[in-house]
């Protein structure tokens, strides 16, 4: 019988199906310290919040990136972010599955936000970074506002922590790991695909042989 072109199309594919993966409750709020969550329920909805756009070394201004790029970090998490103002005792609430309007990446590759309570980490700290004021005027010199510490300024502190933290080392050594395994899969699937197609090309090249092989009657 004729060979048919179409053939590995109908064959039954032993691969699991793709399942998107469910939509997880965004309205989910974790407190940290958890003892004092009933204090905040009530409060935390007033609190900055922090994205880790704000502050990944590798999303553009256009995606949401809020500090220098020298200043931001590679690919944070609400975990980092967390555990830099749990160590340095700030309450805090972590929202793991709200996605960043500006940043429709980061909805599927590294959703949620931090909100926290910034009055105490401005005393925690007992630090008021100074602020230089650019002047339009090259000679004049950059003077120091006397203002307290600021949003971005909060931001370039949880940036400047995250790498010295225990948990992202372990999580960071874990994503290795996993890339590397994930990769060595590939590379054997790839090995392996390329053996079962080397054996059908084979098979196939040698049925055509005796068919050109046989004598007429």
């Given amino acids: 019988p004729a060979i048919n072109p179409m053939q590995d199309l109908l064959e039954s594919n032993n691969e699991p199906p793709i399942v998107p993966p469910p939509k997880m409750n965004s309205t989910i709020t974790k407190f940290v310290p958890d003892?004092?969550?009933?204090t905040m329920n009530s409060k935390y909805k007033i609190y900055?919040?922090?994205?880790?756009s704000y502050i990944d070394s590798n999303k553009s201004t256009k995606e949401g990136?809020?500090?220098l790029k020298d200043m931001a970090v590679d690919n944070p998490s609400v975990e980092d972010i967390?555990?830099?103002l749990e160590s340095i005792g700030v309450r805090h609430a972590v929202q793991p599955y709200k996605?960043?309007?500006r940043d429709v990446e980061s909805r599927w590759d590294n959703p949620g936000?931090?909100?926290?309570?910034i009055e105490q980490m401005r005393n925690k700290l007992c630090v008021e970074e100074p602020q230089i004021v650019e002047l339009a005027d090259d000679n004049d010199v950059p003077m120091l506002s006397d203002e307290p510490m600021t949003q971005k300024q909060c931001w370039r502190f949880i940036a400047s922590k995250i790498e010295t933290m225990d948990g992202r080392k372990d999580r960071v050594l874990k994503a290795e790991q996993k890339r590397?395994?994930?990769?060595?899969?590939?590379?054997?699937?790839a090995r392996m695909r390329a053996v079962l197609n080397s054996k059908k090309q084979a098979a196939t090249t040698t049925g055509s042989s005796k068919k050109k092989g046989k004598k007429k009657k």
Avoid: N, Q
């Fill in 180 to 189: 590397e395994a994930d990769e060595k899969k590939a590379r054997e699937d």
């Fill in 99 to 101: 996605g960043y309007p």
């Fill in 82 to 84: 967390s555990e830099v």
């Fill in 48 to 52: 900055p919040c922090i994205w880790p």
């Fill in 65 to 67: 990136r809020r500090i």
């Fill in 113 to 117: 936000r931090v909100l926290y309570d």
């Fill in 35 to 38: 003892y004092e969550a009933f």
